[in-house]
């Protein structure tokens, strides 16, 4: 009795605690002199479930750097992460995790790439390989399985990793500036493709990235971080705009435009400060 | 340059070269000799009819089968130590570390002066020869799987991680596949290697193989016998190079440019 009561209770709490915590995190690395260089200082940071936040700042902030650490890559010096209310211990299972940098296995074709995300749980390789060929049609590479990485271009390279993260349904979308290195029309075209994918089956997302108005015509929330070192987190926007939208003619909209000056204020000072600090880097 | 073209200028190369022989080692000049006597030189035409006899009378293959086996056995046994103490050090940064100097000492060690104490130990037969091959074959093998496992990119290990690999899928599906990426793009080094190794060994004393037909000839200062032995070698060599190269192209199609990055 008192069993099933806690049993419950535990349930509900797991239905409202929110799917990332992050508690005055900070991440100092050992550099090779043997000084530390502090990349984050107390960020503290909430996504709730179903949430898409994304985090934008100046490049060399520390971006990447929360991201791991919500993946469970990377301990904070000081700190907690929670996932879905509990303490982080070495990788966060939870979580889909989309690189910066290439991360498809070079040797593997790009359906091979997407069935191996399953394969690692244990579903047989003939299942893998359907539900693959299911979500390259999904991300439009349908005829493209056969492919090697080298042989796709840098967008459907990213399309495969999108594919290779979501097949394994992850409650938690770690995304890290994805779209970063494709042209503008290419940026577009992701960006409807995940946010049609995301709202199939709302994940929590903390999406990483340096572009305001992507950030902003995609999430729900807009989290600025200042220029490092010891960056922090500055500010917290809402997005008042309805969904479900599309990336393009939301840009039209007035709120759009008035939170877009709103953060810009905030965020050009930041950016300047980057640039005295990193030399541009 | 078209294929065509380009494969005529090549042919051309080759008769040019053995017209000249021919003349400047039969074409008598001063005093009725050639101006390349053909007691050092030879001539085009002795070797051709020395290597058709070999051919013709059958004893060529023995040999042929000899060195290609004595390569083979050096290539796969070097091959499978390289791997296997590739992978062992490349996991276990502490032993690597222990053993470090003395593999960097070894692989110093000119490796001939190793084949005297080989044919003490392994005798005139093949192993002599197999054994030479291995130790030069062992450390590129080695050393390739080595920096395969360690230049994994961080980041493909940690995609590899976060899509729930346990440590046997990542040896199966990150690292060795990385491993032998470096090894199949070493891989005309290191068989190159297996035939010097047979062709050192045999040179330095033997009972069969095709460097023994070239040290028979020497000792009897039969020139025809010594050219023809090298070009049956060098087109033994060639060969192999082509079965490589074919090997190399299905087995690294994933690479962008197989053809640019081999060593
Ligand atoms: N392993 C590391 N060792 C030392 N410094 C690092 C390391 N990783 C990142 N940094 C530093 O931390 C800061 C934040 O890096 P990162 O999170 O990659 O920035 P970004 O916001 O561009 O993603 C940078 O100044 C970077 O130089
Ligand atoms: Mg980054």
Redesign the interface.
């Known amino acids: 009795m008192a069993d099933e009561v806690a049993e419950a209770e535990a349930a509900a709490r797991a239905n409202v605690a929110p799917a990332v915590v992050l508690s005055d995190v900070t991440i100092a690395f050992h550099l090779v002199g043997g000084s530390t260089y502090t990349a984050v200082e107390q960020a503290s940071l909430t996504v709730a479930d179903g949430e898409f936040v994304s985090i934008v700042g100046p490049t060399g902030c520390g971006k990447s750097t929360l991201l791991n650490v919500a993946a469970g890559l990377l301990a904070p010096s000081a700190g907690t992460a929670e996932i879905f209310g509990k303490p982080l211990a070495g990788l966060n299972r939870q979580s889909g995790y989309l690189f910066q940098a290439e991360a498809l296995f070079p040797w593997k074709t790009a359906i091979d790439n997407v069935a191996i995300a399953l394969e690692t749980g244990g579903v047989g390789r003939q299942e893998a390989h359907a539900r693959a060929q299911e979500w390259l049609t999904r991300v439009g590479l349908g005829a493209f399985g056969g492919r090697y990485p080298h042989m796709l271009s840098g967008g459907q390279r990213k399309r495969v990793g999108l594919a290779q993260v979501l097949i394994r349904d992850p409650k938690i979308l770690l995304m890290d500036e994805p779209f970063g290195p494709l042209d503008a029309q290419t940026r577009q075209i992701m960006g409807n493709l995940l946010l049609d994918l995301w709202n199939a089956d709302r994940k929590a997302v903390m999406f990483v990235t340096h572009d305001l108005e992507e950030a902003i015509a995609l999430s729900d929330r807009v989290v600025i971080m200042s220029a490092g070192p010891a960056a922090r987190i500055i500010g917290d926007w809402r997005v008042p705009l309805s969904r479900p939208r599309d990336i393009s003619e939301v840009r039209l909209e007035k709120a759009f435009h008035e939170l877009h000056r709103e953060i810009c204020h905030v965020l050009k000072d930041e950016v300047l400060k980057g640039y005295a600090q990193t030399g541009g880097g | 340059m078209s294929r065509l073209t380009l494969f005529t200028f090549q042919i051309l190369v080759a008769v040019i070269t053995l017209v000249l022989w021919y003349l400047l080692t039969s074409v008598p000049v001063s005093g009725g000799k050639p101006l390349f006597p053909p007691f050092f030189f030879s001539n085009p035409v002795d070797v051709i009819e020395r290597i058709i006899k070999w051919f013709a009378d059958g004893t060529i293959w023995r040999h042929l089968w000899i060195t290609l086996s004595e390569a083979t056995l050096a290539f796969v046994i070097g091959a499978v130590g390289g791997i296997l103490v590739g992978f062992w050090f490349a996991r276990q940064p502490r032993v690597a570390a222990v053993f470090d100097p003395y593999v960097k000492m070894i692989n110093a060690l000119p490796r001939i002066v190793l084949a005297p104490i080989f044919t003490l130990w392994f005798g005139l037969g093949i192993w002599s020869k197999v054994a030479l091959g291995v130790t030069l074959v062992f450390f590129i093998v080695f050393f390739n799987v080595y920096q395969g496992i360690k230049e994994v990119?961080p980041?493909?290990l940690?995609?590899?991680?976060?899509?729930?690999?346990?440590e046997r899928?990542l040896m199966r599906?990150?690292y060795w596949?990385?491993a032998l990426?470096w090894v199949f793009s070493s891989l005309h080094t290191s068989v190159g290697f297996a035939v010097v190794g047979a062709v050192v060994g045999e040179y330095l004393g033997s009972a069969a193989g095709l460097d023994y037909l070239i040290l028979q000839a020497e000792g009897t200062f039969d020139i025809a016998g010594v050219f023809a032995g090298m070009f049956v070698l060098a087109a033994f060599v060639i060969v192999i190079d082509g079965v490589v190269t074919l090997v190399e192209r299905r087995l690294l199609?994933?690479?962008?440019t197989a053809a640019d990055t081999r060593t």
């Open positions: 990119s980041t493909v940690a995609n590899a991680r976060m899509l729930g690999m346990n899928q599906h990150v596949p990385s990426s199609v994933w690479r962008p």
